[in-house]
């Protein structure tokens, strides 16, 4: 049986592997610095994220965790935003801005249908190969 461990990706410790995906004082961490932040949300409704980063020291990137996994409620914070992950526009949903997605959504597609065109040219060319290597392979048994 080989041991369950990992490096923490947070701190780089070899801790035994949980749900958290973290060691068990990076779990402690990360709680005290909600609980930082709830209470500086709850005095500063309408706080923005950096101001929230720079009052309680927690990083901006676990503040839009915090928002992302809807621990950090963005409705009752009006002005707090976070960044769009490709042009870093505000945003107060998903990972990414509205043009973005869009964006992604197209080029997603487009590389599909490269694909299909790059596929279907392979089986026009591949089958009558293939059979071919087959059939001498046959003959030399
Ligand atoms: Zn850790
Ligand atoms: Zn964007």
């Not at 503040?63 to 809807?70: A, H, R």
């Not at 591949?126 to 030399?140: A, E, M, T, W």
């Amino acid at each position: 049986m080989s041991l369950n461990v990992d490096n923490c990706p947070r701190c780089g410790k070899v801790y035994v592997k949980n749900n958290y995906g973290l060691c068990g004082s990076c779990i402690r961490n990360i709680e005290n610095e909600y609980e930082l932040c709830l209470k500086y949300l709850r005095e500063n409704k309408s706080c923005q994220l950096y101001e929230l980063s720079e009052a309680t020291g927690v990083s901006v990137k676990q503040i839009t965790k915090f928002i992302k996994e809807g621990r950090i409620s963005i409705k009752s914070n009006p002005n707090m935003f976070y960044q769009c992950e490709i042009c870093h526009e505000p945003i107060r949903s998903h990972t990414m801005c509205e043009s973005c997605r869009q964006k992604l959504a197209k080029d997603t597609s487009n590389l599909h249908e490269d694909e299909q065109r790059r596929q279907a040219l392979l089986q026009q060319s591949n089958p009558l190969s293939y059979n071919i290597k087959d059939r001498l392979r046959d003959r030399h048994r």
